[in-house]
């Protein structure tokens, strides 16, 4: 079924994964993924307190990151979507057929339209240099 070359590579792989060396290697990788699993919870809860501590709070800086505020447009889509429809037909534009998000939001802003509002959004930040210093 298969050539020699082939069976001979398998018998020395099964052979390889046989030795104590190559079990300690598979261990060392499987903690590894959960050291890397473990960071990336770890991280994902430390922001997660630093921007439920500035909701409650207001503080921004911590010792290992910081909260920023990014401006947040919230409207309804479908509200949206028919004033870009509407739009497009006045200016014998191609008539949008879906919300173009990224540059509906970037004209709503310029053009200051009534029925979008902005929030502020805080999102965690962890520094890269975790020495202490911000």
């Known amino acids: 079924m298969w050539d020699k ?3 001979n590579w398998l018998t020395a792989n099964r052979n390889l994964e046989e030795t ?24 994902k809860s430390y922001r997660e307190f630093m921007v439920s501590n500035y909701i409650e709070n207001q503080e921004k800086n911590y010792l290992a990151g910081k909260v920023k505020l990014f401006k947040k447009a919230q409207y309804d889509e479908r509200t ?8 497009s037909y006045q200016q014998n534009s191609p008539v949008a057929l879906k919300l173009d998000i990224r540059n509906f939001e970037k004209v709503a802003e310029a ?17 890269n240099n975790l020495d202490g210093e911000q």
């Open 5 to 7: 070359a082939t069976e």
């Open 20 to 43: 104590t060396e190559y079990q300690q290697v598979e261990k060392l990788r499987t903690l590894r993924n959960d050291i890397e699993e473990g960071l990336i919870k770890a991280e």
């Open 80 to 87: 949206a979507l028919l004033w870009a429809i509407a739009t």
């Open 111 to 127: 053009m200051s339209l009534k029925f979008v509002e902005y929030v502020e959004e805080p999102r965690g930040y962890i520094n």
